[in-house]
């Protein structure tokens, strides 16, 4: 099997030749030309595209509040331990 790519006509130049009449009947049986059958869609995924949006952005509402309260928390804490050295510096100092 040769795995060379052939040249086809139209992008040859060259001009296109179709098959005999004989091979043209063997080659493929004509189809019936009818109404497609519809096609039937099953019900709609539970979640959409907009869904899937709407949920990425709770979730990422929802970090940036819970990295602001740490935020705030840490900054209270700080303060605290600040005040209580300054509390144990002021009570050595008297």
Known sequence: M?????????SS???????PQAARETARPEQKK????????GPRPAMSWA???TGLAVLGTAL???????GLWNSV???WQFRSAA??????AR
Do not use: E
């Not at 009818?34 to 869609?41: A, D, E, I, L």
């Open 2 to 10: 040769s795995f060379v790519r052939k040249p086809r006509p139209y």
């Open 13 to 19: 130049g060259l001009p296109s030749v179709g098959l």
């Open 34 to 41: 009818g109404p497609r059958p519809r096609r039937v869609r």
């Open 51 to 53: 869904g899937a949006v």
């Open 64 to 70: 940036v509040i819970l990295v602001g309260a740490s």
């Open 77 to 79: 804490a700080r303060d």
């Open 87 to 92: 509390a144990g510096v002021t009570d050595v």
